[in-house]
Each structure stands twice: as structure tokens, then as C-alpha cells.
């Protein structure tokens, strides 16, 4: 089983994501490659870092599930290598969620809102986005949240992160029995 977690910048799908898989041995994350420079504080693994050129030769060898261009910067998921016997976490954008749901329609397509743009500003910043990029992905939003809505996801506001995660939960283990 495939499970997309998307929803906007800001939202907590990073969090929810290590969460999840730290809760469940059965559900394997899969790293994201980008070109984006590591924010100051961010960990080292958050994704693969790698420069243009060694993102466009996997993009050229097939070597990603999904991918994209945003804000300047390429995003994407290398064709999985999960081990035997586990489900597929991917923390991606809605961009990518839609591209998945094109070459895998049974994944379970989770879409993460924010309580409100002021909590999500707050959370943008706090991790150190700069200004300009701050302003950018809230501009995005919008878009990202009506795309959402034609990939028929699951929609969840992160409120409580307790409370998200358990709802997550839930749908995984009731996607697991069908």
C-alpha cells in the first residue's frame, strides 16, 4: 500500500510524517531528493540534498515516482526501494500527490491543512523560512487546496497533533483491511 501525505508548506506533514512511521514498523518513509539548500537546524536526512545536475540525471534515468519544480527548486521521490513486506509513506507535495495518483489510483491520498494562514505563517517561520519564501508558499495555498480537491483526498486540519496523527492512523489501518 501506497500512502501520500501532501498538503501545503507549513502544515506539519514532516512531523505528523515522523510520527507515523516511528509509531508503526510497517509503514517505511520514503526520502525525498531536492535541490533546496538544508534550512539552518534542519536534519541532515529531512531529504536527499543534491545539486541540479545530479537531480535532472535521475529525472533522465526514470529514477522518480514523481517530481517537480517549486519555488526555484526541484522536489522528488525516487521509485521506491522499500523493504518486503511494509507500506510506502510518502511526504510530498499536492504536485506530487497527483502525479501518484496517475500511476498508483489505490494510494490513499492525505491531504494536511493548517488551523488558519496565521498558524501556518507562524510554523513557516519558525522552522526559518525566509520572507519571500514565506509569502510564496502561502500564495500556493490556495491552488494547492483546489487541486486537493480534485485528487479526491482526505481532507485534515493539524489542530492537535496527537489528534492527526490518530486520525491518520485510523484511515491507514482501515485502507490496510480492505
Not at 25 to 36: E, Q, V
Not at 108 to 131: H, I, M, S
Not at 144 to 169: G, K, Q, Y
Request: with cysteine; net charge negative.
Amino acid at each position: 500500500m501506497v500512502v501520500v501525505l501532501s498538503g501545503p508548506g507549513g502544515v506539519g506533514k514532516g512531523t505528523i510524517a515522523a510520527r507515523l512511521v516511528a509509531d508503526d514498523p510497517n509503514l517505511w518513509l520514503s526520502r525525498s531528493w531536492t535541490t533546496r539548500p538544508q534550512r539552518e537546524g534542519e536534519s541532515s536526512d529531512a531529504y536527499v540534498f543534491v545539486d541540479r545536475a545530479a537531480f535532472e540525471a535521475r529525472i533522465a534515468d526514470s529514477g522518480f515516482l514523481e517530481w517537480n519544480e517549486f519555488l526555484g527548486n526541484y522536489y522528488g521521490t525516487p521509485v521506491p526501494d522499500a523493504p518486503d513486506g511494509v507500506d510506502i509513506l510518502l511526504e510530498i507535495d499536492v504536485n506530487g500527490a497527483h502525479q501518484v495518483r496517475k500511476r498508483m489510483p489505490e494510494a490513499l491520498l492525505l491531504f494536511v491543512e493548517a488551523p488558519n494562514a496565521d498558524v501556518q505563517r507562524a510554523r513557516l517561520e519558525g522552522r526559518g523560512d525566509p520572507p519571500d519564501k514565506v509569502t510564496a508558499r502561502l500564495a500556493e495555498t490556495a491552488r494547492e487546496t483546489e487541486l486537493a480537491r480534485t485528487l479526491d483526498c482526505v481532507f485534515l486540519v493539524n489542530d492537535d497533533l496527537d489528534h492527526a496523527v490518530a486520525e491518520i492512523r485510523k484511515l491507514i489501518d482501515a485502507h490496510r483491511l480492505r
